[in-house]
């Protein structure tokens, strides 16, 4: 009888047929007895069971339901399963930062003896990651160049069980091609994990292209206001599963005030995206003008070298790109020096504008030869476009121009 049914069942099944911006919104939500319309923050480290056997079948996991908010919050949980409708995916787990987002991944689904193929065009500080920590415990990583599939194709092992890597890649807006690459590891039994953060699921969607494993910063663009560090990792039951049993043991957990922050931001993520990727067009187009820059990358810019893929592959362009001003460190520095408006921080995917030097920064702890065969040169500036108007935001790096 349809007025028995369960109203939750119901929402849940007409949302299922929905499309991402109605997930970003309404995905994941289980309402409660209050009826509230907006998520509740559950601020409660621990839960209360019905019985002494309620308790000992919750602790062995015989039976669903909360537990200690290490690994069970319901304000967490409806941020995982918002992120994971809108990626396409089974499931996701919150993590307390990006990094521990990777973190997890590596650590819950590699054992000692295991081989990386890892792009060599990652955040620097995944790079750090896995060659100082992962290496200590017997992973071993293989750098490749992003775009060359030969690379990654000759860097295998028979012990290679991961391939890594983002695209478009930071600083560079590189392009792999997701699909190829998936085929490439599935052909030697490894997983590919892909760190999604600079599209977010808005502009690409990774595993509908075959990759196993998608990661975030959640810090970054889910966010979108620059206000609370975390990560999540997406996949299918088996390896979530893994990836929850490393949260619940090893503790870098999300915090229900920071996912309760991230869906704010869920709410609005396509239309700023859309934004961010109209307004950093607009200013890849303008600095390719102008004299005083060598070099604009920006995966939109028609004589991007993979542009085509960039169009199969995503559905907007994204809000980052780099330039290369005429000159070395110094003249990279002038010019960050004299702009006005945009602010000097490393963080990006915010409604306000970044400028940063990657190679005296973000990239800054590689050795000099990793940040060369990288292509991070000296006089490279990146810029995160964020939502202010882009006639203020080009007045502001002709402000940077003239002091050159
Ligand atoms: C920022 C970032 C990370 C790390 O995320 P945190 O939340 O800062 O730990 C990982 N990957 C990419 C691409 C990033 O931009």
Redesign the pocket.
């Known amino acids: 009888m349809s007025d028995q049914q369960d109203p939750q069942q119901l929402r849940d099944e007409a949302l299922a047929a929905c499309h991402i911006d109605t997930l970003a919104v309404r995905a994941g939500q289980v309402r409660g007895p209050e009826g509230e319309h907006s998520e509740p923050i559950f601020t409660t480290s621990s839960y209360v069971f019905d019985s002494a056997a309620s308790a000992a079948a919750r602790f062995s996991g015989e039976e669903e339901g909360n537990v200690y908010s290490r690994y069970t919050n319901p304000t967490v949980r409806t941020f995982e399963d918002r992120i994971a409708a809108m990626e396409g995916a089974e499931a996701a787990v919150a993590t307390s930062?990006?990094?521990?987002a990777?973190l997890s991944t590596v650590m819950s689904l590699l054992k000692s003896g295991d081989h990386i193929v890892c792009s060599r065009s990652v955040?620097g500080?995944?790079t750090v990651l896995f060659t100082k920590y992962m290496e200590k415990f017997g992973v071993n990583i293989s750098f490749v160049s992003l775009t060359d599939i030969e690379q990654w194709q000759q860097a295998v092992t028979d012990k290679t069980a991961m391939f890594f890597m983002?695209t478009p890649s930071?600083p560079l807006c590189e392009l792999a091609d997701i699909q190829q690459l998936a085929a490439l590891a599935h052909s030697h039994k490894a997983l590919l994990v892909v760190?999604n953060?600079?599209c977010t699921p808005v502009l690409q969607q990774p595993l509908a292209l075959g990759a196993d494993i998608v990661v975030h910063?959640a810090?970054?663009y889910l966010d979108g206001q620059g206000r609370c560090?975390?990560?999540v990792v997406v996949g299918n039951q088996t390896h979530m599963a893994e990836v929850l049993g490393f949260i619940r043991t090893c503790g870098p957990t999300m915090s229900a005030f920071n996912a309760w922050v991230f869906m704010k931001g869920l709410e609005t993520l396509n239309l700023r995206m859309k934004a961010h990727c109209d307004n950093a067009l607009a200013m890849a187009q303008w600095l390719q003008q102008q004299p005083q820059i060598d070099k604009v990358h920006y995966a939109g810019l028609s004589d991007h070298p993979q542009h085509q893929l960039a169009c199969q592959q995503m559905s907007g362009f994204g809000g980052v790109l780099s330039f290369e001003v005429k000159g070395g460190k110094e003249q990279a520095w002038q010019f960050i020096d004299a702009t006005r408006i945009v602010s000097l921080t490393a963080n990006?995917g915010d409604a306000k504008t970044t400028i940063v030097h990657p190679a005296t920064t973000t990239h800054g702890r590689l050795t000099v030869e990793l940040r060369q065969t990288a292509g991070i040169k000296d006089n490279l500036i990146r810029l995160a476009v964020g939502l202010e108007h882009i006639d203020d935001l080009i007045a502001d790096m002709q402000r940077g121009l003239d002091a050159l």
């Open positions: 930062s990006g990094m521990a990777i955040f500080t995944t983002e930071n760190d953060c600079f910063s810090t970054k560090v975390g990560g990006l």
